[in-house]
């Protein structure tokens, strides 16, 4: 009779995210509310617009902190430093040439998101923190 040998593994690695594929996290804090810029013509979706010229959105979150910040998820991983923002900075990460288009669009549809951050997460939510 033949036999399988199992071999289990020693231990898992548990610091990742994975939906079938790898999956990247960031928060873009706008600094300013962006609930009021919703339409077609609106702050979110020019924001939209710049993250999915880079990757493909899985998941967005709802808008949290008094409307001022929102996370992303998008698939792959993007180590590294390649990447060249819209206004030909290069050498950036992902999230700095994120941050670097977002910031680029100024005041827009009356929203000043010049100052906005993006900032790479994982995916972890603190109780104190969940969003209800």
Same mark, same amino acid.
């Given at each position: 009779m033949a036999t399988v040998t199992k071999v289990n593994p020693a231990s898992t690695t548990t610091n990742f995210e994975?939906?079938?594929?790898? @999956?990247?996290?960031f928060t873009v804090d706008y600094i300013n509310a962006v609930n009021g810029s919703a339409g077609p013509s609106g702050v979110q979706k020019a924001v939209l617009d710049i993250i999915l010229n880079r990757a493909t959105i899985v998941a967005a979150g709802p808008l949290v902190d008094t409307n001022t910040q929102q996370t992303f998820a998008v698939e792959g991983e993007f180590p590294g430093s390649g990447f060249t923002a819209i206004d030909g900075?290069?050498? %950036?990460?992902?999230? *700095? *040439?994120?941050?670097?288009? @977002?910031?680029? %669009?100024?005041?827009?549809? =009356?929203?000043?998101? =010049? *100052? *906005?951050t993006v900032t790479a997460t994982k995916l972890g939510i603190l109780t104190a923190a969940a969003v209800a």
């Open positions: 994975v939906v079938g594929k790898d @999956i990247t996290f900075t290069t050498g %950036l990460s992902f999230v *700095a *040439a994120l941050q670097d288009d @977002i910031r680029n %669009l100024g005041t827009y549809d =009356s929203v000043d998101v =010049s *100052a *906005a």
